[in-house]
């Protein structure tokens, strides 16, 4: 069974940067998607960014130039640098990977930001 657990969620001011980890333990094989959504209360989630097995990315519109996702496969982790972080970036974030074409998600973290 793939276990996720996340870390490195809190409040940071506007402008502010944290830096999100999800390491993956229990895969059988590496992890080929990995990713991170968020959500708010009443919405559904949404997609932050994601990374496919040939390291292709893919980010939400809204935070293309301030967020980076990144992955150790060695550590089988999935990283999201968040930069330039405003209100409305404050959320639960969660992340998942695919593994064996199965989809595992972790807890979730949350992130507030606020002055």
């Known amino acids: 069974q793939v276990q996720l657990v996340e870390s490195g969620g809190g409040w940071v001011q506007p402008g502010g940067s944290l830096r999100l980890s999800c390491a993956a333990s229990?895969?059988?094989?590496?992890?080929?998607?990995m990713g991170w959504y968020r959500q708010t209360p009443g919405n559904s989630r949404e997609l932050v960014a994601n990374?496919?097995?040939?390291?292709?990315?893919n980010y939400r519109y809204s935070v293309k130039g301030r967020f980076a996702i990144s992955r150790d496969n060695a550590k089988n982790t999935v990283y999201l640098q968040m930069n330039d972080l405003q209100p409305e970036d404050a959320a639960v974030y969660y992340c998942?990977?695919?593994?064996?074409?199965?989809?595992?998600w972790g807890q979730g973290t949350q992130v507030a930001v606020s002055s």
């Open positions: 229990g895969a059988t094989s590496r992890p080929y998607n």
């Open positions: 998942y990977v695919t593994v064996g074409g199965k989809e595992y």
């Open positions: 990374l496919d097995g040939g390291n292709r990315t």
